[in-house]
């Protein structure tokens, strides 16, 4: 499957983003997936999986009831809603899809870049 991430850009703080992953290749139900960023530095983090059929999902705690994951396979898309964002947002975002819920992940977007201004 390949994966292309859209929808990042630079926002003030305090604003939102939703960040889309288009699924090509072989259907986005047959995975499940999730998103992860990296800030400049800094190593790769978890931010939010959700199983196949979008009725599990998990987000980091650093984010948690400001970011929604959700997926729509009829579109083969993934989402990431991204409300009331924070500086320390700021990273390079990237989906993967994968076996198993809890990773690893086998298959990775090229990431799209969300900065957020103070």
């Known amino acids: 499957v390949q994966l292309q991430a859209s929808g990042g850009g630079l926002v003030q703080a305090g604003g939102s983003l939703r960040l889309s992953c288009a699924a090509s290749g072989r259907t986005a139900s047959s995975y499940v997936m999730g998103w992860f960023r990296q800030a400049p530095g800094k190593e790769r983090e978890f931010v939010a999986r959700i199983n196949r059929s979008g009725g599990l999902s998990a987000v980091a705690d650093s984010v948690r009831g400001r970011f929604t994951i959700s997926r729509d396979n009829a579109r083969n898309t993934l989402y990431l809603q991204m409300n009331s964002l924070k500086p320390e947002d700021t990273a390079v975002y990237y989906c993967?899809?994968?076996?198993?819920?809890?990773?690893?992940?086998?298959?990775w977007g090229q990431g799209t870049q969300v900065t957020v201004s103070s």
């Open positions: 993967a899809a994968g076996s198993n819920y809890a990773g690893p992940y086998d298959y």
